[in-house]
């Protein structure tokens, strides 16, 4: 026992050893010198040390680079990477050289690096069958340092609890610092300070959010956690303001004029903005001009500009359940760039000129001029489809007509088909959930959605097809990446369970598989869980300057032209189309790249915040059906549990493992499923099940369910 108890010592002992080398760079000490460090002052831990440091030298594990003087040896490897933390506060280490595998670090080495921290970590040499292992010895840029969640005040100190489930820590509020925040109430707080040896951050309070419950603070929290800003400066409102609106002679002078060609716009019927507009004429010799008019954002907000710069560190607009956080102030967004009836509004178009089978004859870029003669929603332009009645029916028919034309070329070259239900809340006066119901997406909307698509890979082929090599135009595409094959083979292995074949032998013929396999389902059961499954199998697509094909469109060329009030990407690419429209040189591309992937990195914020409120209204509106039952689709398996998609109203939760008591269940990750050890019962992927909702914590945005069936 007493030998035990020395080698577990021992071993202590050595880590400690080698952790003193590790955080001083690794310099030439004595054993005196290691005790000292580590504050050992009786002779006989000394001797320990001594004793330590001489074995390790036989073991390799040090080097005596002197008489009496020790170094840990450097076979060991140092690396960069982000921090993706676990539930139990364990993290592995994303390296940024992709040929490298994720790096293990318990909690006690991560040295105060939170989730998506970019660190310095020193990784151990790897142990026969053990995962790879490491300590972070450095953290080089912070993910946030703001966090928003609830604030608990007792007599002589505050603790802040974060509502991001990859924070583990609370963070702690000297009195003072408190910024007038209640006990319980919603905050932002940042971290201001982090004692080398504290378990805990300091922090102050910089915004109080308000009463924890209610739907404004909670939906500013979650913009908050994900680093959007709740409200433009006055200094960039103020610029804003200033702009001037008036449309000059001179300036319609330097511009194609529309303003005599029938136009309209069609968007939905709660829309603020209208950032693109459709123009129609019939050619005397039986061809048509379609113009795909996109507001001239670019016009007013000028480069390095408040505006820009704003723009630019949101990169995007937020649609959250209940409200969109703009990209640019209201000034721009709903005034001087929307394309509202009957006033003229300065415009970047692409005009076409397509015969009856939907061919491209001509085409022309460039600024120009438009009056919008008619605002649709798309129920209105729907019902003129139908009927082929009411204002501009000619040409809304004509132009559904080409639209579905292009549709049926994209899909025979190859275009994914995925258009899955879209669930929208019903919400009373104070924003909570009374009902949930999908949106149905019908003619008019492709109509518009294939038109749009039109004008951007027609941008793209025009300055993307231009020089060669060294030559190339720098620009900015839409990127969408062919699937990893692994994916699509699981992917194929899943839906082969439902008696559905996939073939994914190519790229090609997946997605031609794929479709087939999308209209085969339509309607069944399992439409919504193979549909996912088959969208979480595509790569994400990303902003980049590197031309590439774009594999979910089927497209070559593709890029983001036709939504710049919402959208800094396509700003990005007006200012580039028009630079080579004027003739131009080549512009720096590596810039153009870093900026294109931080929006590409707003972009995936942007979607995790709306996903974060679709959550929390789904908890929401359960929260007074706790008891209640219902039927539900199995959505997900996981180590931990199985969540269950309820065919009502399409609220997602948990029903755990540990809740499951007629027998002990594990995850089979390979068949999607969860096997009971004794009984061998299966739950997978798609099954039917019933439910009861037990639980709902609005603050973890987590609903839980318990198995009925």
Known sequence: MKNKKENAYKQVLTQLIADVFYENDNPPLNYKQVSARLNIIDQESKSVVAEILAEGVEAQKFKEVQRGKYQLRQRHVYITGKVDMTADGSAYIVPEDTSENDIYIAPRKLRQALHGDRVKVHVYERKKGQKLEGEVVEILTRAKTQFSGTINLSRNFAFFLADDRKMPHDIFIPLDNLNQAKDGDKAVVEITDWPKNAKNPVGKVTHVLGKKG?????????????????????????????????????????????????????????????????SFKELEDGTFEIGIHIADVTHYVQPDSLIDKEAFERGNSVYLVDRTISMLPERLSNDLCSLVPHKDRLCFSVV??????????????????????????????????????????????????????????????????????????????????????????????????????????????????????????????????????????????FASKFGHKVNVRSGKAASKSLNELMEKIEGHKEQNILSSLAIRAMSKAIYTTKQHSHYGLAFDYYTHFTSPIRRYSDMMVHRLLSHYLKGGKNVNIEHYEKLSEHVSQMERKAIEAERASVKYKQAEYLENQIGEKFKGIISGVTEWGMYVELEENKCEGMVRLRDITDDFYSLDEKNYLIIGQRKKKKYQLGDEVSILVKKVDLNKRQIDFKLLS
């Open 214 to 278: 209610e739907n404004d603070t909670e939906m500013n929290a979650i913009l908050s956690d994900f680093g959007f800003p709740l409200a433009f400066s006055k200094e960039v409102e103020k610029e804003a303001e200033k702009l001037d609106g008036r449309i000059t002679k001179k300036e319609i002078s330097k511009r194609k004029d529309f303003r005599a060609t029938p136009t309209f716009t069609i968007d939905p019927a709660d829309a603020k903005d209208f950032d693109d507009a459709l």
């Open 352 to 493: 076409l000129t397509l015969n009856n089978k939907a061919k491209v004859l001509e085409e022309w870029f460039g600024h120009s001029i438009i009056h919008s003669d008619q605002r649709f929603s798309y129920e209105e332009a729907q019902e003129v489809i139908e009927t082929q009645k009411g204002p501009f029916s000619k040409e809304i028919g004509k132009l559904n007509e080409l639209a579905g034309i292009l549709r049926e070329q994209k899909f025979k070259n190859g275009a994914m088909n995925f258009d899955s239900e879209e669930v929208q809340f019903k919400l009373d006066k104070k924003g909570k959930p009374i009902g949930v119901y999908t949106r149905e997406r019908k003619e008019a909307h492709k109509m518009i959605e294939d038109f749009m698509l039109l004008a951007n890979r027609k941008v793209a082929e025009f300055v993307g097809k231009k020089g060669r090599g060294k030559r190339k135009l720098g620009f900015i595409y839409r990127f969408h990446d062919v699937p990893e094959m692994d994916d699509l083979n699981n992917f194929a292995k």
